[in-house]
Structure formats: C-alpha cells, structure tokens
C-alpha cells in the first residue's frame, strides 16, 4: 500500500507586492526546507484552484524525508475581502502549519500594487487597471487599501493558529539584511543557520524598466487584456501587435505622478496611521522602518520603481 502524500507545513501567506519571491527562493535554498516549484498555488482561495483536488495539490511538493518543511507562497492568502474563508480552510487542512507574513511600508506596497494590476492582468478581473491611481484607490479600496490593513489579514489566523505558529517580517529589514532575517526565520522553526551565500542581491519580479499606464480611454489596453484578444493573437501579425501595444499604453506625466501621489497620501495617511497602530497592538511590537515617511513615490519618474513581488 502507498503511503499516504505528505501536507505542507509551511505557508508563506503574504503580503502581496512585499518581498514574497524573494523569501520563497531564500527559503527553498535551505536543505531542510522545500518550496513549491510553481509559487502561488493559491490553493486554498475557492476562486482558484481548490477544485483541481487536493491530489494536485500535494503533487506540487517532493516527499523527499530529509525536508522538515514543505512550504509554498500565495499572497492570496491574505486579500480579504476578496478571498473569504481562506484561514479556515488552511487550518483545516493542516492545523500544525506554521505561517510567515512578510508586510511593507502600507503605502509603498499599495502604488506598487497598483503598477502591478497596471502592468499585468489580474485572475478575476476582465482587463488590467486602466484608471489613474487616485480613481483606482478610490473606487475599488478593497483591492488596495484592504491588502494593506494587515492586522485585518493576520487577526483570523491569530485566532485559528495561535501566536506562535506565525512569524513577520517587513520587506525593508528582508533587504536589508537577508541573512539575518533567516536566521530568525530558521531559528523559529528549530532548523540550523543556512547561508544564503550567491543569493543575497538577486532581484525578484522588479518593476518594468518603461514605467506606463493605459492610453487615451484604455480602449486597446482592455483590448489587449480581453478573452477574445487571447484567442486570435496567434493570428494577428507581430508589426500590428507592436503597433497595438504602442497605442494602448502611455508614459506618466512626472508632474500629474507627483501630484497624485501627494493628494493620495493626504487622502489615507489618517486612515493607515490607525491600520499600523491596530497592527502594532495585535502583533505587540512597532515598526520603526516605517516610521520615516517614504518619499520615493514622490520623485520624478524614471522607470525603476521598486516593484518586488
């Protein structure tokens, strides 16, 4: 008889847009710890992949005994409330996991965010974000503002899990000291230091170098982002493709950017102050990188945004 497949223990659950990548691939270097090949599974989000069955699920992970941990990372673990039930299901699954929660700066991670769904198709969505930032903020505050509000994120699977069965971190003391940051990690998982050695210094999903939103109306760029532009793209000639994508997307104007990200941060600076004080009382401890105002929005554009997933 078979034995039965081995469940992972090890759930890196966000926050999207925060350094999720890079400690996915930091983590996998460890001998003792297996990540997913395929990052962000997300099978415990209903609107994605659990219906393909947990036996595909579990396929994703070697049964090799000498991993103490079998981990994967799916920031959509932590979007509510987009995905409901999440916390539950994951604990179901396996009540033992333990859990890592990397946050950013909450107004960094929401324009990174925001050039992330400009530059690439959500799941779920019809077309990419086509609206200005201020609109999109606006308009749609449970896709951005939610996903920064992290002690609303972590205070189900505090409940579920306990305290202990969750380690964070931020995306800022991760870049600025990788090693360090795992060993932290390690050390809480009762696991020997590892070095990272030729990993340190790689970057991960940064942003584009052409920085660029949707053109005019955003007609070409829901175009090009439809269902029925996937299927005759195989057939549409590369010249009238280049053509098309040209049209569909425009450089940002550095003084209109500026402007934006000025009214933006006066718009929510209030609410995510209380978001961080609500944070810093569930998880007992301040976040003095955060502390100092990031400015880095503020400047001119250039094309390197940074972006890390």
């Known amino acids: 008889m078979n034995s039965p497949l081995r469940k992972p223990n090890l759930f890196v659950i966000g926050a999207m847009k925060s350094g999720t990548t890079s400690l996915h691939e930091y983590l996998d270097t460890h001998p003792q710890i297996a990540m997913s090949k395929q990052k962000e599974p997300a099978f415990f989000a209903e609107e994605f992949t659990l219906r393909r069955g947990e036996n595909w699920y579990l396929s994703l992970f070697p049964q090799d005994t000498r991993y103490r941990y079998l981990g994967e990372s799916s920031t959509q673990y932590t979007r509510l409330p987009l995905f409901q039930g999440v916390p539950q299901r994951l604990h179901q699954f396996n009540p033992d996991?333990?859990?890592?929660?990397?946050?950013?700066?909450?107004?960094?991670?929401l324009v990174s965010h925001y050039w992330h769904a400009v530059q690439v198709r959500p799941i779920l969505t019809e077309h990419g974000e086509h609206r200005s930032l201020l609109n999109a903020i606006r308009n749609s505050p449970e896709v951005y503002l939610a996903t920064s509000n992290y002690a609303v994120q972590l205070?189900?699977?505090?409940?579920?899990?306990?305290?202990?069965?969750?380690?964070?971190?931020?995306?800022?003391?991760?870049?600025?000291?990788?090693?360090?940051?795992l060993d932290g990690i390690y050390n809480w998982l009762d696991l020997p230091s590892h070095s990272l050695a030729g990993q340190i210094g790689r970057v991960h999903n940064p942003t584009p170098r052409d920085t660029t939103s949707a053109a005019g109306a955003g007609i070409l760029y829901r175009?090009?982002?439809?269902?029925?532009?996937?299927?005759?793209?195989?057939?549409?000639?590369?010249?009238?493709?280049?053509?098309?994508?040209?049209?569909?997307?425009?450089?940002?104007?550095?003084?209109?950017?500026?402007?934006?990200?000025?009214?933006?941060?006066?718009e929510i600076s209030g609410l995510q102050s209380k978001q961080l004080d609500a944070l810093s009382r569930l998880l007992g401890k301040e976040f003095p990188e955060w502390q100092a105002e990031s400015s880095k929005h503020d400047q001119p554009l250039d094309g390197t945004l940074n972006n890390s997933d």
């Not at 950013?104 to 991670?109: I, L, M, V, Y």
């Open 155 to 181: 205070a189900p699977y505090i409940r579920l899990f306990g305290r202990d069965s969750l380690y964070t971190l931020t995306f800022e003391s991760l870049i600025a000291n990788p090693q360090r940051e």
């Open 97 to 109: 996991a333990r859990l890592i929660y990397i946050m950013r700066n909450p107004f960094d991670r």
């Open 223 to 266: 175009i090009r982002f439809s269902n029925t532009w996937d299927r005759i793209a195989p057939y549409v000639p590369n010249k009238f493709k280049q053509w098309a994508k040209h049209r569909a997307y425009r450089a940002p104007n550095p003084e209109q950017w500026q402007q934006e990200i000025a009214q933006l941060r006066a």
